[in-house]
């Protein structure tokens, strides 16, 4: 490594330009709200959503090898992608072990459309229906062919 060109002070103490003043007390007289009241109506039109979408009760887990009853909406394209909640194109119902294991971005969620990538330019109905073909392949027995 080479030698610092501006050797470090030694025995200064760091000192701040303006310091740091109380601006009094730190208490609220209201907590924080748990979630923004955004979030609380985009969990609301959720809800209903899946309501709508089944209306039976709980669904099986849509993982072909599983056969569990579903406990969560998986978000193929997720929050963090900017994947819309409220879209029933981007919800799939998973059993909570496979919610968490597509989490981790196992490559058959990819394979099975149950994970999307952030640059993929296909709509939300495009990527459901392509998963769809792929979970209809699957329990029809054909040969599995990795998604390309």
Known sequence: MPPRRTPLKQGKPLKRETPLRSTGNLDRSTPLPKQSKKRQRENRERRAMA??????????????????????LHEPLTRARRGPITDPDNAVPTCRGHNSE????PPW???LHLLVHSWDRRTLAQIAQD???ALARWSDGQAWEVAS
């Open 131 to 133: 998963r769809r073909e």
């Open 109 to 111: 969620g990819y394979d």
């Open 51 to 72: 309501d709508a979408l089944f209306p039976d009760g709980r669904p099986e887990c849509v993982v072909p090898w599983c056969g569990r009853l579903a406990d969560d």
């Open 102 to 105: 597509l989490t981790g971005e």
